[in-house]
């Protein structure tokens, strides 16, 4: 019984692990202070999935990795930073004297919540007639936090920077650090121009201003 116990409590941990890690680099990716690892990410949020677009164009999601190096459509700006955080977890675990049980038990944990969150949940969330939300069980709960996920490519700072919402599915550290918003604010027509004027050259498409496009909440889901 213990021995489950144990199990059990280090894939809690590696989920808790698995959704903090995601939610700093989530944070990294949008902050441009990495300009390579920000690259694809941007592409994504400005260009394919952009702030005035539907984010549910069809019934397929459009890869900001097409040919890059990338596994699936996880690129390398997740990829390289998961891999050295997850390997320097590991052996801090191993000097600590955790068994190798519970170290495989946190690595299967670890990897596999984060391609079900920030892999296949994610992807599907852009796909029109997913079948969450069709479905009694998981319907409410994904409906909310698609469209909350929806709310984090809408928001901008004056800087030019998405800095709400940063959870795939679930906002447990949006919360805690005060992320996490609900409302659809008025369009920032100012932070948008900036965001071009940050991110344009390096996604490929530098704009000197916003648009002047009526911009609708519906122009989004």
């Not at 397929?60 to 690129?75: M, S």
Request: net charge neutral; proline share 3%; charged share 15%.
């Amino acid at each position: 019984m213990k021995s489950t116990l144990a199990v059990l409590a280090w894939f809690g941990a590696s989920v808790v692990f698995s959704d903090l890690l995601g939610y700093l680099l989530h944070r990294l990716l949008h902050s441009g202070k990495i300009g390579w690892l920000s690259c694809a990410h941007m592409k994504h949020h400005l260009l394919l999935y952009g702030p005035m677009a539907s984010q549910r164009p069809g019934h397929a999601y459009k890869d900001a990795t097409t040919d890059d190096l990338a596994l699936g459509n996880v690129g390398l700006e997740w990829l390289l930073p998961g891999a050295v955080l997850l390997s320097l977890s590991v052996t801090l675990l191993h000097f600590l004297g955790v068994t190798l049980l519970h170290q495989l038990v946190f690595v299967t944990g670890s990897l596999g919540w984060t391609f079900l969150m920030f892999s296949y949940l994610h992807d599907r969330m852009y796909v029109a007639g997913f079948w969450m939300e069709r479905n009694r069980v998981f319907k409410n709960w994904f409906v909310s936090a698609r469209n909350a996920h929806d709310v984090h490519h809408w928001v901008l700072n004056d800087q030019g920077l998405m800095d709400k919402n940063f959870g795939i599915a679930f906002f447990f550290f949006d919360r805690l650090l005060g992320t996490f918003v609900v409302e659809w604010p008025a369009f920032n027509r100012c932070g948008y121009a900036n965001a071009m004027r940050r991110f344009g050259d390096m996604v490929g498409s530098p704009v000197d201003h916003a648009p002047e496009t009526t911009l609708t909440l519906q122009s989004v889901r």
